[in-house]
Nanobody
Framework: QVPLVESGGGSVQAGGSLRLSCAAS??????????MSWYRQAPGKEREFVSE???????TYADSVKGRFTISQDNAKVAVYLEMNSLKPEDAAIYYC????????????WGQGTQVTVSS
């Protein structure tokens, strides 16, 4: 699988902002078509979907983050970003990057996660 490396996590106060990044380590542009997404997992909870940008650039958001989070990508760098604004304590979790492809198996991959902490 393509190694995905997340960064940008940290600790902020409620109402603050963070920008998460995820890049495919060692890869640049590829002919494979894939979707890129973010998931999160809080302690004691299941991993949940946050946002996706698909291979055609269409974006999807969980209801809980709509209007506050923005997903974007850089195809040349094979990277995806998550701009998180107006953070709430319930946004605290480990955030995971994911790539998904129907045609290129190595592009079905998860990152190791980056911690986001939000204090009230």
């Amino acid at each position: 699988q393509v190694p995905l490396v997340e960064s940008g996590g940290g600790s902020v106060q409620a109402g603050g902002s963070l920008r998460l990044s995820c890049a495919a380590s060692g890869y640049r542009a590829t002919t494979c078509r894939y979707d890129m997404s973010w998931y999160r997992q809080a302690p004691g909870k299941e991993r949940e979907f946050v946002s996706e940008i698909d291979r055609d650039g269409r974006t999807t958001y969980a209801d809980s983050v709509k209007g506050r989070f923005t997903i974007s990508q850089d195809n040349a760098k094979v990277a995806v970003y998550l701009e998180m604004n107006s953070l709430k304590p319930e946004d605290a979790a480990i955030y995971y990057c994911r790539t998904k492809s129907d045609t290129c198996a190595r592009w079905n991959s998860w990152g190791q996660g980056t911690q986001v902490t939000v204090s009230s």
